[in-house]
């Protein structure tokens, strides 16, 4: 749940423009990114997803960067 943040279309990397199959190029093209409020940070978190699945609610996978070491 997004508490009525704004979605927003992701800024690929430059590296995307590499990309020659059709089905990654679709992939990137989808990606979009939403505010998610976590307790780790006072900033909503802008998080990239695909939603590929119609009306179903997209799987967020999220990773904490604070705790790879």
Do not use: W
């Not at 992701?10 to 998610?36: D, G, M």
């Not at 976590?38 to 604070?66: F, M, R, W």
């Amino acid at each position: 749940m997004t508490d009525g943040l704004t979605e927003t279309v992701f800024k690929l990397p430059a590296a995307a423009q590499n990309l020659t199959e059709p089905e990654s190029i679709a992939i990137a093209q989808a990606i979009q990114a939403v505010p998610i409020l976590t307790p780790s940070s006072p900033d909503p978190v802008q998080t990239p997803y695909v939603h590929q699945a119609g009306e179903k609610p997209p799987i967020l996978l999220l990773s904490n960067p604070c705790s790879r070491r």
